[in-house]
């Protein structure tokens, strides 16, 4: 199998990389509560996913 001639500059392999970036998680609101969370899962203060009770939450005493 052919192998480079030259070794690849810093520059050129960071070109490369520049669209190799994390994208942040989309947020949405709780119908229930209010509280922050993220699509497609359960709410990690009320226990609720999309209307309705997924897990029970315990109390805190």
Known sequence: MP????KHSKARTAKRRTHYKAT???ISTC???GSSVQFHR???ECGFYRGKLAIE???TA
Do not use: G
Not at 3 to 6: L, M, Q, S
């Open 3 to 6: 192998n480079p001639k030259r």
């Open 24 to 26: 942040a998680p989309t």
């Open 31 to 33: 119908s229930n509560c």
């Open 42 to 44: 359960v709410c990690p």
């Open 57 to 59: 939450k315990k109390a």
